[in-house]
């Protein structure tokens, strides 16, 4: 299945976007309930780890071994983010 064309690794505004719809999350169902620096803090590091795999996935040294991966048992990158979204709203309502 093709995928739209890919996204770069590095786009700090939609990373800055992804926090701060995080931070409002927090304010507006919680009440401020959640520290938003450990909020931050938490979410940078997730978005740089994704970003470390992306760029190692992406090394040419790596192409012919990632295309003998089937990915048909896999969920596309847009379930993968909207999954994350759920989780997020959940996180967040407990």
């Known amino acids: 299945m093709a995928q739209s064309p890919p996204k770069p690794i590095d786009d700090p505004q939609r990373e800055e976007e992804l926090l701060q719809n995080i931070l409002r ?3 507006e169902l919680q009440n401020g309930i959640l520290d938003e620096n450990l909020i931050r803090n938490f979410f940078v590091s997730q978005i740089e780890a994704g970003k470390m795999l992306q760029r190692e996935l992406s090394l040419p040294e790596n192409k012919e071994e990632l295309e003998n991966v089937s990915i048909k048992d896999y969920p596309s990158l847009d379930a993968v ?13 407990k």
């Not at 983010?81 to 997020?88: A, K, P, Q, S, T």
């Open 81 to 93: 983010r909207n999954n994350i979204n759920i989780l997020d709203e959940r996180m967040f309502k």
């Open 25 to 27: 999350k927090n304010r």
